[in-house]
């Protein structure tokens, strides 16, 4: 079976992480989100994937040069300019060549589900379009759908204002659907799948959904991208496991690394201490330093303390300096 995978949009959360590296290509567990996320597929039965890319696709081009990654053939459609969701899977299916029923995945999503039994649960409705679904405490920041009891989609709601959600059941950002979706979106033009076709799917009793419990998460902000990481390495993934401190970073033997990763060729120097946190290839945490719930790609100086920071490539904490929850440098306002 085939899939494309959407890996085009800004990552604008995760700023200013995404300004040098795009959202997919970040690690989880010092693998590229992407990586995890293909290998999930290829343990699914996906064969052949096509990454919809927009923004920044000299990055995916240059990590998988062979065009393999996880065993599975990588191809590659660079839309013009971005069509958003329903409009960059058009474009890539028909770049792909794509004619019969196919996966479509979030690119910022890591999950365990069985992608197999997902085409089982579309096969057996005749389903035009079917979605993956997990329950979450608070629905408002997703798909949300009303379910009838044979797993049908009465409605799709793309991020209802808080309390008028039709249940907890949000998309979770794997789809199985039927060439003839391909037709319901204009050619070229830049559409929403959540917003313009899965409620024109639902209108027409095609779109179905399928609930599970499986370990599932969407990276694409600062608080559940550090979290991915660090369930990586509590081992809550099925089939994915990670050390901490990888082989090639250099980490001083009286600093302290609690529930945090050190990437390749990052430095953590004498007696400082990491918790809960991301310390991302290339970074430098300085002597005495305290990092705690920090992403960091750029430099920490000695006796500095962050707390809850998101340092992107060029961020800078100066020597002793003391902050918090600061984004440096600052996101781009969109
Ligand atoms: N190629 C391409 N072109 N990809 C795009 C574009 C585009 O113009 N716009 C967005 N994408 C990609 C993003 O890179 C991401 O992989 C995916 O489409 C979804 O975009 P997000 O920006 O991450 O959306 P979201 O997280 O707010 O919401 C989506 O995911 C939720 C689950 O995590 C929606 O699908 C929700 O319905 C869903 O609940
Ligand atoms: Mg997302």
Redesign the pocket.
């Known amino acids: 079976m085939r899939a494309v995978v ?4 800004f ?1 604008t959360r995760l700023q200013p992480l995404t300004l040098s590296t795009p ?2 290509m970040l690690p989880v567990g010092h693998v590229p989100i992407i990586e995890r996320l293909v290998a999930n597929l290829a343990r699914s039965g996906v064969s052949d994937v096509t990454f ?3 923004f920044k696709p000299e990055p995916f081009i240059e990590a998988f040069p062979t065009g393999e990654c996880a065993g599975v053939a990588l191809h590659y459609a660079v ?1 013009p300019s ?4 329903a ?2 899977i058009r474009f ?1 299916a028909e770049a792909a060549g794509i004619d019969d029923t196919f996966v479509v995945v ?4 890591l999950t365990d589900l069985d992608v197999a039994q997902l085409v089982r649960f579309h096969r057996d409705r005749g389903a035009e379009a079917t979605l993956h679904l997990i329950p979450v405490a608070d629905p408002s ?3 949300v759908v009303g379910l009838d009891a044979d797993g049908r989609v009465e409605r799709f709601v ?2 209802p204002a808080p309390g008028t959600a039709p249940s907890n059941l ?4 794997t789809y199985i659907l039927e060439p003839s979706v391909l037709q319901r979106i204009p050619s070229g033009e ?1 559409v929403s ?2 917003r313009v076709t899965f409620p024109a799917i639902a209108a027409s009793r095609g779109l179905f959904g399928m609930a599970t419990d499986d370990y599932w998460i ?1 990276t ?1 902000q600062p608080e559940l991208y550090l979290q991915a990481n660090l369930d990586v390495l509590a081992g809550l993934r099925r089939n994915d496991r990670s050390v901490a401190v990888h082989a090639d970073a250099s980490v001083d033997g009286t600093a302290v690394i609690d529930h945090a990763l050190i990437g390749p060729g990052a430095i953590v120097g004498k007696d400082a201490v990491v918790r809960r946190s991301v310390v991302l290839p290339g970074a430098v945490i300085g002597d005495r330093a305290t990092v705690t719930d920090s992403m960091v790609m750029g430099r920490i100086g000695n006796d500095a303390v962050a707390a809850a920071c998101v340092i992107g490539a060029s961020g800078v904490v100066a020597a002793g300096e003391d902050v918090q929850a600061e984004r440096r440098p600052q996101p781009i306002a969109k």
Not at 6 to 9: D, N, Q, R, S, Y
């Open positions: 959407l890996v085009g949009g990552g959202k997919p919809a890319l927009g839309e971005p069509l958003d969701t409009g960059a890539a979030n690119g910022d999503v920041s997703f798909g793309e991020k949000v998309n979770a950002g830049k799948i959540e969407d694409g």
